[in-house]
């Protein structure tokens, strides 16, 4: 009975590189929501998707940034031409219904050299 | 426009003693406010929730009080341990924003022996 699986956990990129991190939710979760964690700050929302279907994507940036949740596989958020400032940790997290008391994978931590 | 306010940035407790950990935030179509608990290299762990419709929710050494007037939530834990040491992150949504959860900055706790 997995939790919520992220990664890689660790992530170098050199600026203008793709950076792809990966999250399979928790076994029957298909709400999946991504976070991004600067560093001396809180988690800030970016996307929610249940399978194959964006639902809110409000808190990510509308360039560089897409996430997706297919049919078969997991969730990917995909990071184009990396920035330094896109240096922080992403979590993800399931539930099986929207919201409340939805359990986080481990995180991604993005260094962007 | 911090929604969700914790403004200490660290609290230290004795062992034994009652960490009160304290949460503002600023918009009142937040209905439902949760704590969570994460060590580094971790991601979030959720701790207890309280819905607006109460004004304290209890579980075990962990207590929850809501001041809708004041807009204010804390945390009480007693007696702390030394495996409470971690940064407590308060988060709130509201009906309606789909599981989109905004969190405070957290408040790094370290309860010495």
Redesign the interface.
């Known amino acids: 009975n997995a939790g ?1 699986m ?1 990664n890689p956990r660790h992530l170098v990129r050199r600026r203008g590189q793709e950076a792809r991190l990966r999250c399979s939710p928790m076994k029957g979760h298909s ?1 999946v ?1 991504w ?1 991004r964690q600067l560093p ?6 970016m996307v ?1 998707l249940q399978k194959e279907n964006i ?2 994507e ?2 990510m940036p509308k360039e560089r940034f897409s996430a997706e949740f297919p049919k078969e596989g997991p969730s990917i958020l995909r990071i184009q031409q990396v920035v330094r400032g896109d240096s922080a940790a992403y ?1 993800c ?1 399931s ?1 099986l219904d ?10 991604t931590r993005l260094t962007v050299v | 426009d911090q929604q ?1 306010k ?1 403004n200490s940035p660290s609290l230290s407790v004795q062992e034994g003693r009652i960490s009160i950990l304290n949460c503002d935030y600023t918009n009142s179509m937040f209905d ?1 406010f ?1 704590w ?1 608990k994460k060590y580094p ?6 701790l207890i ?1 309280i819905s607006s419709i109460k004004d304290k929710n209890e579980d075990g050494r962990f207590t929850v009080f809501l001041n809708k007037s004041a807009k204010h939530l804390s945390l009480h834990i007693v007696p702390s341990q030394p495996g409470d040491s971690a940064v407590y ?1 308060c ?1 709130a ?1 509201s009906t309606g ?10 408040t790094k706790l370290s309860v010495k022996p």
């Open positions: 919520v992220q709400h929501y976070y001396e700050e809180g988690l800030k929302f929610y639902i809110d409000s808190g979590f997290a539930s929207t919201a409340l008391g939805y359990t986080f994978g481990s995180g | 969700v914790q439902y949760l969570y290299a971790e991601g979030p762990t959720f929730s992150f988060a949504s924003s789909q599981g989109n959860l905004i969190f405070g900055k957290g």
